[in-house]
Structures are given as structure tokens and as C-alpha cells.
């Protein structure tokens, strides 16, 4: 059973670490350990279904320890900023009034016509309407028109 519970700990802590290397755009709308515990869950809960072989216990345990594990996330998560950043990111600015930050699209592996088609997805279809563009930890980006760019502070 131990073996089990180390197994789950491990390959979850490997899952967050892939898709955070995966980028912001892959993740959607879930923080990427929200979307690692779905998958989790998913593949998890077929095991002992599919194979009745397998004792059930071998599917209710892993998921109890993910249960747990994301509870102790959570809170680790409202604790430290450090461990909310690992696991969740953090917001970039990714238009200023300069322009596009072409070395942050760079960096989040988004290409301008992918940051462009996500601004017309908020009504914004000429960069001189806007003086911010931040692309949220969770994959979501907020437009801050022109004028209004002086309350943003990240």
C-alpha cells in the first residue's frame, strides 16, 4: 500500500512539473494542477473498473492521496506566493503601451498571430485601443483600455 501511495505522490509531482513546462496556452482554463488531478482521477478511476482482478482498493486509495494532496496544495497555495507561482504562475503583461512584448510571447511560447487572436476574442481588434495586455496564470487574457493602463500593477 505504501508503495502505491508513493507511486501517486511521485507521478502527480512529475504531471504538474510537465504541464507547467507545457506552457499556459495548452492548460485552458484549469491551473495546471487542477488539470493534473483531472487526468489523474480519470486514469485512475478506470484501473480497478477495467480490470477486476485489480483489488479495488488499488483505485481508492490513490485517489484518497490525491484528494489529500491537493488539499495540502491548496492550502500551501494561500500560504506562499513561492508555491503559488511554481504551481499556478503568474500573470504577464504581454502588451504595454510600447507594443507587443515579442521576448515574453518568446518566452510563453505563443506566437503574436495566437496573442492577436486572442485579443479579438475580447473585442480588440487595433493595439492603439488598448494599453495592457496580461495574460493570465490560467490561460485567460484581461485587456486594460486605453487610459484606464495607470491602475495596473503587477
Given at each position: 500500500m505504501l508503495t502505491i501511495v508513493v507511486r501517486v505522490?511521485?507521478?502527480?509531482?512529475?504531471?504538474?512539473?510537465?504541464?507547467?513546462?507545457?506552457?499556459k496556452?495548452?492548460?485552458?482554463?484549469?491551473?495546471?494542477f487542477e488539470l493534473v488531478i483531472t487526468l489523474i482521477i480519470a486514469d485512475l478511476?478506470?484501473?480497478?473498473?477495467?480490470?477486476p482482478t485489480i483489488p479495488i482498493w488499488y483505485g481508492i486509495l490513490p485517489l484518497l492521496v490525491i484528494q489529500v494532496i491537493h488539499f495540502f496544495v491548496v492550502k500551501l497555495q494561500y500560504k506562499s506566493e513561492t508555491v503559488r507561482k511554481i504551481l499556478s504562475g503568474s500573470p504577464v503583461i504581454v502588451v504595454t503601451p510600447k507594443g507587443i512584448d515579442h521576448k515574453k510571447l518568446k518566452q510563453l511560447d505563443i506566437c503574436e498571430d495566437e496573442l492577436l487572436e486572442?485579443?479579438?476574442?475580447?473585442?480588440?481588434?487595433d493595439l492603439q485601443d488598448i494599453d495592457y495586455a496580461i495574460l493570465e496564470s490560467n490561460g485567460k487574457i484581461s485587456v486594460v483600455p486605453k487610459g484606464e493602463g495607470k491602475k495596473v500593477s503587477l
Open positions: 505522490f511521485i507521478i502527480y509531482l512529475i504531471a504538474i512539473v510537465v504541464m507547467r513546462l507545457m506552457g496556452r495548452q492548460i485552458g482554463e484549469m491551473e495546471p478511476a478506470t484501473i480497478p473498473m477495467s480490470d486572442l485579443l479579438r476574442g475580447k473585442d480588440v481588434f
